[in-house]
């Protein structure tokens, strides 16, 4: 009785005094528990995720074959495609082989185009009444997958992209890296393994964030979105380069709300056209009026200083988990990683430099608010 006194009093004493050291650590403090941690939690929420094993709740490298027509799929881009029938298979905990029954079509907009990705995006339709049970892909519906277009190196820095995002909000898309083995199953084409990503469909994500996608039809401006989150997205929007994004075009953008009294929070994905991916097929809107997409360009409006202040703060407690981020991933390229670290430290020159904030940031936004550039082609 008494040793289990002592028990119970030494583990209450222990949470004490952890409690009182995260109290008083420094943001900074914190971000480098969380690098520690990094590839074995993924997102915040994962700790607690990775007990249900589900697709997205770890990092590890997913292997897995995808056999279909090959010869007929990637002819298939038009407006008016449809599923081709196709099989995955990887090897569960045991080493024993699992076979998922799907359908695969090509997706994506500038990526469907055969000038511009060798091997595009695909949509796998996953089938439900025909899964095996207790496999990885249980519960999952249709899962986009980014592929390796035209190189291996910007899909993964897409990917990183993902991750990097996963850091700074809860709110955001998780992504599986995957080596995938595409086999022709009429034994034309030579089999290809190449690195590729999963993306969490929405409703997963929703369910995981406890809310509801705010469908397309209700026009919703940056002004109205929650406004933290929106100066959140906005400087990660300007910190990887990217000006491929809209909110009341719903372009590359969700909209997330747990009533329909809240103020929405912006979800963003597609970053391929962001200048720390580099693709060279990504060409800025002319009506931009910049040169290059690795010419960063701030696409909000502005907000109180204390907002930006905080924003800039948040960012710069997360620096080493993001750096952490493309450090850590072993099959990024020496160049790639050297490219994406130069990005970001020119990014953190700026935003902590007031003057460059307040020219690139702050004057920026606020010339927004007067005339905000519409990119034609928008819908």
């Not at 480098?32 to 590890?60: I, P």
């Not at 007929?72 to 569960?92: I, N, Q, V």
Request: some cysteine; glycine content about 6%; hydrophobic content about 35%.
């Amino acid at each position: 009785m008494a040793a289990s006194r002592f028990i119970d009093g030494f583990w209450c004493r222990l949470y004490l005094v952890v409690w009182v050291a995260l109290l008083y650590l420094p943001p900074q403090g914190i971000a480098q528990v969380y690098t520690a941690n990094l590839y074995s939690l993924g997102t915040r929420q994962e700790g607690q995720e990775a007990k249900q094993k589900d697709l997205f709740s770890e990092d590890s490298l997913l292997k897995f074959t995808l056999v279909a027509n090959y010869q007929r799929l990637l002819k298939d881009r038009g407006d008016e495609r449809k599923y081709h029938s196709a099989t995955l298979s990887y090897a569960d905990q045991t080493g024993a082989m699992v076979n998922v029954p799907l359908k695969v079509m090509v997706r994506g907009n500038r990526r469907r185009d055969a000038n511009v990705c060798r091997f595009p995006p695909l949509m796998l339709n996953l089938i439900r009444k025909e899964m095996p049970k207790g496999t990885l892909f249980e519960g999952q519906n249709k899962l986009k997958l980014v592929t390796h277009c035209i190189g291996e190196d910007y899909v993964l820095r897409e990917y990183l992209v993902y991750k990097v995002y996963n850091i700074l909000a809860e709110e955001s898309y998780r992504v599986r890296l995957c080596q995938v083995t595409y086999q022709d199953s009429t034994g034309d084409r030579r089999e290809k393994v190449r690195y590729a990503f999963l993306i969490e469909d929405d409703k997963t994500l929703t369910k995981r964030a406890n809310m509801k996608r705010i469908p397309e039809k209700r026009n919703i401006t940056m002004d109205q979105t929650e406004q933290r989150a929106m100066a959140r997205l906005a400087l990660f929007q300007y910190m990887i380069g990217n000006t491929d994004w809209s909110v009341p075009y719903r372009h590359n953008i969700d909209l997330l709300a747990p009533d329909s009294l809240s103020p929405s929070i912006p979800v963003p994905f597609d970053f391929d056209y962001a200048g720390i991916v580099g693709a060279p097929y990504a060409v800025p809107p002319p009506e931009l009026g910049i040169k290059s997409v690795k010419q960063r360009l701030y696409r909000a409006y502005s907000f109180p200083e204390n907002v930006h202040r905080e924003t800039v703060n948040t960012f710069n407690s997360y620096r080493t988990p993001i750096y952490a981020v493309y450090r850590q991933c072993e099959p990024l390229s020496k160049t790639g990683l050297r490219q994406s670290l130069s990005y970001l430290d020119s990014f953190y020159d700026i935003i902590n430099n007031p003057r460059k904030f307040e020219r690139e940031i702050v004057k920026v936004g606020a010339r927004n608010e007067k005339g905000y550039v519409t990119v034609r082609g928008l819908k």
